[in-house]
């Protein structure tokens, strides 16, 4: 069956990715594109200055921006992917649930809200049935559900992995590419020959976002995570790619080869988008790197690598495309998902 989808903030950098990965979807179809109101009444090629190496897609290029408003979305549209910024999604979001439509969200407003399922399908499908809570509680027809931010989603699957042994303690630091930051967000003269430690909000959103992604949904209530997350956030001249360095402490010893398999047998999934597998782990320590790793599986797999014992437990890297499996394809799959277990 096939379901007709919109994409709100779809001239942005995740908006064009979501649009480049729901043209050829086998599941989803393109019905409405929504802008603010500077893009709003353009045709799309003209509004969305196409920044991807692929083509623009033909089907859409003629489609005309709509407003970012539930009145000006089609009724058929059955599902929106949202791309916004987080201060707009968080006005807007909300209103679209409440119109009844499903929506697939990045932005990062209300992530943490104890009714809304932030979700990595691999991880946490469970948590999906917060949506009951969710509509019980705000009296909506319509869905909010979230991914994580694209630095939380790099580690999240591996930590995952590794909780089989009883995740304690975990310290992060990133080297994050500049699409991380939106079109607008890094000018050239900061970054080209230089390293920013520091992305506004990244670090705590990195150390909360796990601990609900990796907690327990007993059917009413969401309980975090017990491990402690701390994160240090850096921004550096990448393009596309986000690679990470963590170290993991396990209530359980784990030894170099127990990691290596948990992260090799962690379970994929089902889904058209979703990676098998859904971790690769390298035996190159000089491995993974964004240039060379970020489009495995379409961009969907989380590849890791330099897997050692430290004194305090494991330390490894791990890597994933930023704006694929940690914003537009995260949402994809969650969409995926959704469409699957009859939300729609
Ligand atoms: P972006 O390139 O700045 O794009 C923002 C989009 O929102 C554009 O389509 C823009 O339309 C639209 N927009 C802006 N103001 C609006 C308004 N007042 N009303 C309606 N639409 C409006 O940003 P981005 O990098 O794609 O990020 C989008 C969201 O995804 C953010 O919440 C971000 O935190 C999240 N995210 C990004 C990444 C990443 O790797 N980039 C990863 C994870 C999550 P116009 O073109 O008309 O201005």
Redo the contacts with the bound molecule.
């Keep these: 069956m096939t379901h007709t989808v919109g994409v709100?903030?779809?001239?942005?950098?995740?908006?064009?990715?979501l649009v480049q990965l729901l043209d050829p979807h086998p599941e989803f179809e393109i019905g409405c594109l929504?802008?603010?109101?500077?893009?709003?009444g353009r045709p799309y090629r003209d509004?969305?200055?196409w920044r991807i190496p692929t083509p623009i897609p033909e089907d859409v290029a003629d489609l005309t921006?709509k407003?970012?408003d539930p009145e000006a979305v089609p009724d058929d549209v059955d599902m929106l992917f949202?791309?916004?910024?987080?201060?707009?999604?968080e006005?807007?979001e909300s209103d679209f649930a409440e119109a009844g439509y499903v929506v697939s969200?990045?932005?990062?407003?209300q992530r943490m809200a104890p009714d809304v399922p932030l979700v990595i399908p691999e991880v946490n499908a469970d948590h999906l049935g917060l949506l009951e809570v969710q509509r019980d509680e705000r009296g909506w027809d319509g869905a909010l559900v979230k991914?994580?931010?694209?630095s939380t989603?790099t580690m999240v699957p591996t930590l995952a992995a590794l909780d089989e042994f009883g995740l304690s303690r975990v310290h992060v630091a990133t080297l994050q590419?500049v699409?991380?930051?939106?079109?607008?967000?890094v000018t050239s003269m900061e970054i080209i020959d230089n390293a920013i430690p520091h992305i506004g909000g990244e670090e705590e959103k990195m150390e909360s976002e796990s601990r609900k992604l990796l907690g327990s949904f007993d059917g009413a209530e969401l309980s975090m995570h017990g491990a402690t997350v701390s994160a240090s956030c850096n921004r550096i001249p990448t393009l596309?790619g986000?690679l990470e360095n963590v170290w993991a402490e396990t209530d359980e010893e784990a030894s170099v080869e127990d990691a290596i398999e948990a992260m090799e047998e962690y379970e994929a999934i089902d889904l058209p988008s979703s990676p098998d597998p859904l971790i690769e782990v390298f035996e190159d320590p000089g491995r993974p790197q964004p240039r060379l790793d970020r489009e495995r599986e379409n961009g969907m797999q989380i590849s890791a690598g330099g897997v050692r014992e430290t004194e305090t437990g494991l330390q490894y890297n791990c890597l994933a495309h930023?704006?694929l499996r940690?914003?537009?394809g995260?949402s994809v799959l969650n969409g995926e998902l959704l469409a699957e277990q009859g939300y729609l």
Excluded: F, M, W
């Design positions: 709100l903030g779809a001239t942005g950098a995740v908006g064009q990715r929504t802008a603010s109101s500077e893009s709003a509004a969305a200055k921006v407003e970012t949202s791309s916004l910024p987080s201060s707009v999604g006005r807007v969200s990045n932005s990062s407003n991914n994580p931010n694209c989603i590419a699409s991380g930051a939106g079109y607008d967000g596309d986000h930023n704006t940690g914003a537009a995260a």
